[in-house]
């Protein structure tokens, strides 16, 4: 699966919906081979920001409801 496109929305299998603010990457290790990226994501019921490495975004937790921009 690709990366998750900037305002998706996405519910995790627990409950919740989260919107993708986008991918990053550390800034201090920058775009080197090997270096894990990030999801930034909004919290609806919280609404707070959190991220997760990339790979376990995408592991299954985590399903799409809408596409981004």
């Known amino acids: 699966m690709n990366e ?3 305002y998706s929305v996405w519910k995790h299998r627990k ?11 550390c800034s201090t290790n920058g775009d080197r081979d090997g270096v894990e990226k ?4 909004h919290s609806v019921h ?12 995408l592991d299954g937790r985590f399903t799409q409801v809408t596409d981004g921009i």
Request: no cysteine.
């Open 38 to 41: 990030s999801v930034v994501y």
């Open 15 to 25: 409950g919740g919906l989260y919107v993708v603010i986008g991918v990053a990457t």
């Open 46 to 57: 919280y609404d707070k920001l959190r991220y997760r490495e990339l790979s376990e975004f």
């Open 4 to 6: 998750p496109s900037p």
